[in-house]
């Protein structure tokens, strides 16, 4: 019975091993990320605005709620972020020509040359990782295919 109890703590350890590498590996991109911002004069909220505005798909502008749902913040903080980046001059609000009560916001041509820069690091970086994330997404899709569980 302790041989039992001791191999599925082994297995769900295993888990909680390959999730935990595969955060810190997360983590050092996200940290290579915040440190390329900060070298062009930009929090990493500041670039996160700018990359959700440029790679919204099929647009150029995004409403203020929209950038909101994909920065994953609040309404009014979405707005004090989109500030800060008109006053770099990084993005301009302008009207819908559909809704007029809706404000749109697009990069400024200074805004598009900064993101282009900073996502050309980052997927430098991301080349760097890839084989690291790689190999820990296939041990999760293993383990999972074996049925190794953390519950118990």
């Known amino acids: 019975m302790a041989v039992q109890r001791r191999r599925a703590w082994t297995k769900s350890k295993d888990v909680y091993v390959v999730q935990a ?3 810190f590996a997360i983590r050092q991109f996200l940290r290579f990320s ?5 070298k062009v004069g930009l929090t990493p909220q500041q670039y996160q605005g700018l990359l959700a505005i440029h790679g ?3 647009r150029d502008q995004v409403s203020v709620g929209e950038l909101a749902e994909r920065l994953q913040l609040q309404h ?3 707005v004090g972020l989109i500030d800060r980046l008109v006053a770099k001059g990084l993005a301009a609000r302008e009207k819908s020509t ?4 809706q404000v749109l916001v697009r990069l400024t041509p200074r805004g598009i040359r900064i993101v282009e820069r900073v996502s050309a690091a980052n997927r430098g970086e991301l080349r760097r ?3 690291q994330l790689t190999q820990l997404l296939d041990r999760m899709v293993r383990l999972e295919s074996r049925g190794v569980s953390v519950e118990r």
């Open 56 to 58: 919204f798909p099929e």
């Open 21 to 23: 590498a595969f955060r």
């Open 34 to 38: 915040e440190t390329a911002a900060r």
């Open 98 to 101: 559909i809704d007029r009560r």
């Open 76 to 78: 009014h903080s979405t």
């Open 129 to 131: 990782l890839r084989p």
